[in-house]
């Protein structure tokens, strides 16, 4: 499953910006789906995920109020609605696919087989 990552840009902060996350040939509807981001200087984190049926949604602290994961089957598409962006969310996003479909662990980085190419994601103060 090729992933990719659409959508970064740079903004101020308050502004709001939506990710996509699509893929060229097969099917994500029937995978988990996950968000992760990755600042210059620090580990990747979790942000949010989705899961294939749509049943469990489930973000990290930080971004919870602020952020919305969502997917359209028929596009085959996974997105990432991000409101009161702040400076401390400035990294570069990435999708990921869970193909397995685990149950909990949705934040393990590990738990997902396919991933974008990452998009950047720049917010100024």
């Known amino acids: 499953v090729q992933l990719q990552a659409s959508g970064g840009g740079l903004v101020q902060a308050g502004d709001s910006l939506r990710l996509s996350c699509t893929t060229s040939g097969r099917t994500i509807n029937n995978n988990n789906m996950g968000w992760f981001r990755q600042a210059p200087g620090k580990e990747r984190e979790f942000v949010a995920a989705i899961t294939w049926s749509g049943g469990v949604i489930y973000y990290a602290d930080s971004v919870k109020g602020r952020f919305t994961v969502s997917r359209v089957r028929a596009k085959n598409a996974v997105y990432l609605q991000m409101n009161s962006l702040k400076p401390e969310d400035t990294a570069v996003y990435y999708c990921?696919?869970?193909?397995?479909?685990?149950?909990?662990?949705?934040?393990?980085?590990?738990?997902?087989?396919?991933w974008g190419q990452g998009t950047q994601v720049t917010v100024s103060s």
């Open positions: 990921a696919a869970d193909p397995a479909r685990h149950v909990g662990g949705y934040e393990v980085a590990a738990h997902y087989n396919y």
